[in-house]
């Protein structure tokens, strides 16, 4: 480990850059991009998921262009690339920003909170740039103070800047409140504000009348879907999304290369924790035509500040903040239906791809919120979102899989969430909780299934749900997630073979777990079975078993625990057999 005084502090939530380089923070060098950006169109809209590095990189850009920053420079940017490759266009322009994810998303109070926060952002940028703009009396600051409506603000302002320099607007997380208004209040309130003479697609009107002949030179936005820029511009006119663009696919988020840089900064070994941090954060392909995967920025800095805390890996992998801001898009799942809650259609696209493993699709550009249910556009605004991700090309079709740890444990709460808030069934997950203990520790395992079983008979509703083999195999992957104990696979290889559930003990969250779990599932149609069939069906599983068993990599990732295989038979949604293979001696 690195002397502490010599170690930088975690940047952990921290999205200025000033702060990040003035106060010896950790920097992941992400300058070169600038050249990038300028390379491209003047107008950009580049969508990335939840907590994955946007606000940041506009805060470099804001501090790299800001002409009012310009003795400050060599302070903030010395030691990255761009310090020894500046561009002409280097503090060059006023810089304009609006953060929406400041803006209420209360129905009752958006409008003014809206206006209040263009308001705020555009006296501000009066007051820093007074000396270049010559707002001598203070005209126009008592001008915009005294104005309610943004569009007014915003036209006042472009008026005034147009012949005394050009302005970089940069608006950061520009469809947060939007999101908010769809998830809690609905799609009409929704579409009031972004349709017609909505007062949010105005405003984009005064902004796209800012570009043609005003000051506005350049534009940047972020966000995390392409719904709202749909609907509030007919399509993205003004500009280029640069969503896809392999040029800007590393831009935010970590590299491996820069993960383990930063791990070897703390003392912390990569071996131990790139390989969990691989399976738990890595994997989003955010261009087909690019092959290096990104970590998302925000859970890696979480899982390094737990880490140094207790110099072992976190107990909790998941990020709270990231479990909350994902919790958002249950309005995609569940509908309210003449006051009573549904799972609707994407509810069952999300079991599909847990059954499946992956789905393909042509990843859709653009889309309005009414066509969000459209099959196509649903699966594209899951890859948006960053609960789908690149897998590879073929057929002339985009594959796309679960990235990661963190986002399959998150379909896992959505499919357990539906259940429970459409009342289609629910279980005491604390009781479920103290069963996978014995299990883990005292190998009984029998308690859990028959409880599992058990409620499945009792609550009927759920029946719709786990129709066949697979639906089977999903519910049980469902609950075998509630518990940390265990990383569940399914569909895994092993010796040539695919075993159909696999409980990997989470040795390095709880090192003194004594059983792991090898589930063979099968399933009798009821109109089918008999005694025979059971018959056929569990020497199978026991082929099966043994063949797996043999799996050197499967020892490895055992390590001292007590591998039980199970056998587990149903005909319907009844248990009809459960079983463990009996090692020879």
């Known amino acids: 480990m690195h002397k502490k005084e010599t170690l930088k502090k975690i940047p952990y939530?921290?999205?200025?850059?000033?702060?990040?380089?003035?106060?010896?923070?950790?920097?992941?060098?992400?300058?070169?991009?600038?050249?990038?950006?300028?390379?491209?169109?003047?107008?950009?809209?580049?969508?990335?998921p939840r907590r994955f590095g946007k606000s940041l990189w506009l805060s470099l850009m804001e501090q790299y262009y800001d002409i009012a920053k310009k003795e400050l420079f060599e302070e903030l940017f010395k030691g990255t690339y761009i310090y020894d490759n500046p561009t002409e266009e280097r503090n060059s322009y006023f810089i304009l920003k609006f953060n929406f994810s400041e803006v209420s998303s209360d129905i009752n109070e958006i409008r003014s909170s809206f206006n209040q926060t263009?308001?705020?952002?555009?006296?501000?940028?009066?007051?820093?740039?007074?000396?270049?703009?010559?707002?001598?009396?203070?005209?126009?600051?008592?001008?915009?103070?005294?104005?309610?409506?943004?569009?007014?603000?915003?036209?006042?302002?472009?008026?005034?800047?147009?012949?005394?320099?050009?302005?970089?607007?940069?608006?950061?997380?520009?469809?947060?409140?939007?999101?908010?208004?769809?998830?809690?209040?609905?799609?009409e309130q929704y579409m009031a504000i972004t349709h017609g003479e909505g007062f949010y697609r105005h405003?984009?009107?005064?902004?796209?009348?800012?570009?043609?002949?005003?000051?506005?030179?350049?534009?940047f936005i972020t966000g995390v879907a392409p719904v709202t820029m749909d609907d509030i511009t007919s399509g993205f006119n003004i500009g280029d999304n640069i969503t896809t663009d392999p040029a800007f696919n590393e831009m935010v988020g970590f590299t491996e290369t820069e993960v383990k840089e930063m791990l070897n900064h703390y003392g912390i070994s990569e071996d131990l924790a790139t390989e969990v941090m691989k399976n738990w954060y890595n994997n989003y392909l955010f261009s087909e035509y690019e092959e290096t995967r990104m970590y998302n920025s925000d859970m890696s800095l979480y899982f390094i500040k737990e880490y140094l805390k207790i110099d072992r890996l976190p107990k909790d992998m998941l990020d709270y903040n990231i479990r909350i801001d994902y919790n958002k898009l249950k309005y995609l799942l569940i509908i309210n239906h003449k006051g009573s809650l549904r799972v609707n259609g994407n509810f069952e696209k999300l079991k599909t791809i847990l059954e499946e493993g992956q789905i393909t699709a042509d990843i859709v550009n653009s889309f309005p919120v009414e066509r969000v249910a459209d099959t196509e556009n649903f699966i594209s605004l899951l890859y948006y979102f960053g609960l789908l991700t690149v897998k590879d090309i073929s057929?002339?079709?985009?594959?796309?899989?679960?990235?990661?740890?963190?986002?399959?444990?998150?379909?896992?709460?959505?499919?357990?969430?539906?259940?429970?808030?459409?009342?289609?069934?629910n279980i005491d997950l604390y009781n479920l909780g103290k069963l996978f203990n014995i299990m883990a520790y005292d190998g009984k395992w029998e308690e859990l299934f028959i409880y599992l079983s058990t409620?499945?008979?009792?609550?009927?509703?759920?029946?719709?749900?786990?129709?066949?083999?697979?639906?089977?195999?999903?519910?049980?992957?469902?609950?075998?997630?509630?518990?940390?104990?265990?990383?569940?696979r399914t569909e895994f290889e092993l010796n040539k073979g695919y075993c159909d559930i696999l409980l990997l003990p989470n040795l390095a969250q709880y090192p003194d777990i004594k059983y792991s779990?090898?589930?063979?599932?099968?399933?009798?149609?009821?109109?089918?079975?008999?005694?025979?069939?059971?018959?056929?069906?569990?020497?199978?599983?026991?082929?099966?078993?043994?063949?797996y068993r043999d799996d050197e990599g499967l020892k490895k990732m055992l390590g001292h625990t007590c591998m039980v295989k199970l056998i587990l038979v149903f005909s319907g949604i009844e248990m009809v057999y459960k079983g463990h293979l009996t090692e020879e001696k």
């Open 13 to 48: 939530g921290i999205s200025d850059f000033e702060i990040i380089r003035r106060e010896h923070y950790y920097y992941v060098e992400k300058t070169k991009f600038i050249e990038k950006i300028e390379d491209s169109l003047r107008y950009l809209f580049f969508i990335r």
């Open 517 to 547: 779990y090898l589930i063979e599932l099968k399933y009798i149609k009821p109109t089918e079975y008999n005694e025979v069939k059971l018959e056929e069906k569990l020497k199978d599983a026991e082929e099966k078993l043994k063949k």
């Open 455 to 488: 409620e499945m008979n009792k609550q009927t509703s759920i029946r719709d749900y786990i129709e066949g083999e697979r639906g089977i195999q999903t519910f049980f992957r469902v609950y075998l997630n509630v518990s940390n104990y265990y990383i569940t």
């Open 203 to 219: 405003f984009f009107n005064v902004i796209k009348a800012g570009t043609t002949g005003g000051p506005i030179s350049k534009l």
């Open 118 to 187: 263009i308001k705020i952002a555009c006296l501000n940028f009066i007051k820093r740039y007074n000396d270049y703009l010559a707002d001598t009396n203070g005209e126009m600051y008592e001008t915009i103070k005294s104005t309610e409506e943004a569009s007014a603000i915003l036209k006042y302002l472009n008026s005034f800047v147009k012949d005394r320099g050009k302005i970089y607007l940069l608006i950061d997380e520009y469809d947060n409140f939007t999101n908010t208004i769809i998830s809690s209040t609905g799609q």
């Open 395 to 425: 057929r002339g079709m985009t594959n796309l899989i679960i990235p990661n740890e963190v986002i399959r444990q998150l379909y896992y709460e959505y499919i357990r969430d539906g259940y429970r808030d459409t009342k289609v069934f």
